[in-house]
C-alpha cells in the first residue's frame, strides 16, 4: 500500500503504479497466443504476422524481466543472476528446438503429407505457448517488487527527492541529422543494399529529434516524452554508454546470423 500511494503522489500512470506485474504478463499471453497460431496459419502473410507479434511479446515481457533482476538482486550478486538469466534462456533454446524429436521419439507422428505440418512440431508449439505463459504467471503471483525505500535500505542509501533534475539536451543534432543524410545519399549513390535505408533514415530522424528537443529546452517548453527520452540518453551513465557499443556490434552479429544461416547451410551442406 505504501508504494501505490507513493506511486499515486507522484502521479505515475495507473498501470505503471503495477510495477512490470502488466508487462510480464500481456507479452506472456500474446506470445502463448502467437506460438498457438503459427502451426495453423493458413498463408505465409498470416505466419509472418504472427512470427512478428511473438517477437515484440517476448520483447514486451522478456526485456523487463532484465531490468526485474536488476532490482531483486544486490550489486555484487547481479552479475550472476544476469549470468543465470541467459543460461536459462539459453537452455529454453534448446530444449525448444529439441521437443519436436524428444515428442517423435515418444511416439507422436513426424510424417504427415505434402504441406501440412506435422503433429511433432505442432505439439511442440503448444508446449512452448504453455511454458512461456505458466512461468511467466508463477512469477507474477509468487514475486513481489522491492519498494524504492527497500531497494535504497539494501544498497545504504539515503531518500533521495523524486524530482527529475532539469531536462537535458545535446547541441548535436545536425551532426546525426547531416551523417544520416550522407549515409542515404551514398546507399543512393553507390546502390547498396536498400535495408540500409532504415539505419540512414533512422540516424536522420534522430538528428530531427534532438534539434527539436534542444529548441523545446532553450524556450522553456513542458516536457515530454521525447524529451525525457532523449535526456536519459544524453545522462546515460559510463557503464551504459560501454554497454550500448556491445550491444550495437553483438545485436549486427545476431541478425547476420538469423538472416544468413539458412541459405549458407542450404547452400553448403544441402
Known sequence: MQVLDRRQALKIPPL???????????GAILAAAALLGMPHAPA???????????????NISMEPFRAFVGDMTREDQRAQGYAVQTMFIGAGAVLGSLAPFALTAMGVPNTVTEGVIPPSVRYAFY????AIFLAVLW???????YSPEEMRAFSGETAVSEEAGA???KANGPYWLAA??????????LQLDRQLYILGGGLALF??????????????????ALTDILSDIADMPHAMRRLAVAQFFSWIALFIMWIYTTPVVTQYVF
Open 44 to 58: 505465409l502473410l498470416v505466419a509472418a504476422v504472427l512470427l512478428w507479434l511473438l517477437d515484440a511479446s517476448l
Open 180 to 189: 544520416g543524410v550522407l549515409l542515404l545519399a551514398l546507399i543512393e549513390r
Open 167 to 169: 531536462p537535458v539536451a
Open 207 to 224: 538528428g530531427v529529434a534532438q534539434i527539436l528537443n534542444r529548441l523545446i529546452v532553450a524556450r522553456g517548453g513542458k516536457a515530454g
Open 139 to 145: 512469477t507474477v503471483l509468487s514475486v513481489r517488487e
Open 16 to 26: 505503471l503504479r503495477l510495477g512490470f506485474r502488466p508487462f510480464f504478463l500481456a
Open 127 to 130: 508446449l512452448g505457448a504453455a
